[in-house]
């Protein structure tokens, strides 16, 4: 089985996909990492240097090769969901479950807010004011993408082994 995680920056996919895999006792991949590893190189240099779309390129091309690798859980990058074939890619990939990890955005700009300057679509970012308005842009821009996972979760209020838990009831 391959158990995808998507959502928002910031909502957890990473946190609760060591968890999961822990427990499951699946290998866990977080496709930002992996990515990083693959190109000897931040997400935010790749970003700085090659730009968005040579990061996307690779990021369709990355997500490709961990899909085809089993029992494991995949953390995707927020975006990974919404460009090219990547949304097609998970919903037919053969035996694989897509979990979105779905946020409030008052949860996200708390969340998110003292790592700006980690995040490169973020980093331009320094007012609360700015950090709502842009993550309620992009939400309302990626949900389409995001509620096509097979089983979506409310991670709002809840802790990471709380998480897990209804995943796994969920799941199996």
Known sequence: MVIILMGYMGSGKSTVGKNLSNLLGFDFIDLDAYIEQKENQAIADIFKSRGEIYFRKKESFYLNEVLEKRNVVIALGGGTPC????????????????????????????????????????????????????????????????????????ADSKTVDELTEEIVSKLF
């Open 83 to 154: 460009y090219g074939t990547n949304m097609p890619h998970i919903l037919t990939n053969e035996n694989s479950k897509s979990i979105y990890l779905k946020l409030s955005i008052s949860n996200l700009v708390a969340r998110l807010n003292n790592e700006t300057s980690k995040r490169p679509l973020i980093s331009h970012l320094s007012t609360d004011d700015e950090l709502v308005e842009f993550i309620g842009k992009h939400l309302f821009e990626r949900s389409p993408f995001y509620n096509q996972a097979d089983l979506t979760i409310s």
